[in-house]
């Protein structure tokens, strides 16, 4: 079963708008990843956050947790045509060496000029 | 720096024909390994991963099988393919030294099964 699940599923804005993406999990977590997909590529990753940090930052990402939630977000500031992707969260339920993890159904991104 | 390498990157074959994927991984050593495929419009579902040569873990009982014959090289195999077998599969490596280590992806195979 899916452990993640992206809100919206779609999601189009005007370039230099924010977007944000929200994800939704349902059991306890080690750390939570986001990563984009462009259209028919691999994934590429983006930020980690581990399950005992609330807020993170890299570049124009922002991307917070709430474990109480079992939610977390991911802002993307002054959005560029490039930004156009889909974008998963992963959670990381591993407790060995391999990072087993569970990638939601994702949001696609379109941004406009 | 660390690449990988899949192929092919589309495949068409017939229900019931043999599969053979590979992947291949440079610039580190004693990667950990995954096999993903994710169907239309929906999410990763992890297949098989591996941390070390012969040792394969399988995630989800299916049509396919997984091999690590050497450090670097992971192969997705199936003896006859079925129609739901088609999708877009996604070898990744992570690093087995660094706590927490993100997966760095293939550009992925797309197959098709007719």
């Known amino acids: 079963s899916q452990q993640g699940e992206e809100d919206p599923q779609a999601l189009s804005i005007q370039e230099g708008e924010n977007a944000t993406m929200n994800c939704s999990y349902k059991?306890?977590?080690?750390?939570l990843q986001w990563y984009r997909q462009n259209s028919g590529r691999g994934l590429v990753h983006l930020i980690l956050i581990r399950s005992n940090e609330r807020e993170k930052h890299s570049g124009r990402l922002r991307v917070t947790l709430d474990t109480s939630k079992k939610s977390s977000s991911l802002l993307i500031t002054a959005s560029r045509a490039a930004d156009t992707a889909s974008y998963f969260c992963?959670?990381?339920?591993?407790?060995?060496?391999?990072?087993?993890?569970?990638f939601g159904t994702g949001t696609r991104l379109q941004v406009t000029l | 720096s660390q690449t990988i390498h899949q192929w092919p990157a589309t495949l068409v074959q017939p229900v019931g024909s043999p599969l053979s994927l590979e992947c291949t991984v440079e610039g580190t050593s004693n990667p950990n390994l995954y096999w993903y495929r994710q169907a239309a419009g929906r999410g990763l579902q992890l297949l098989f991963y591996s941390v070390g040569i012969g040792q394969i873990s399988s995630e989800v009982p299916q049509n396919l099988s997984a091999s690590r014959p050497q450090d670097r090289q992971f192969i997705l195999s199936s003896k006859k393919l079925l129609l739901s077998d088609s999708g877009f599969y996604l070898c990744?490596?992570?690093?087995?030294?660094?706590?927490?280590?993100?997966?760095?992806f293939g550009n992925g195979t797309r197959l098709t099964v007719t």
């Open positions: 059991t306890s977590i080690n750390n």
């Open positions: 992963a959670t990381d339920r591993s407790t060995g060496t391999a990072s087993k993890l569970t």
């Open positions: 990744a490596w992570s690093s087995w030294f660094i706590e927490n280590s993100p997966l760095h």
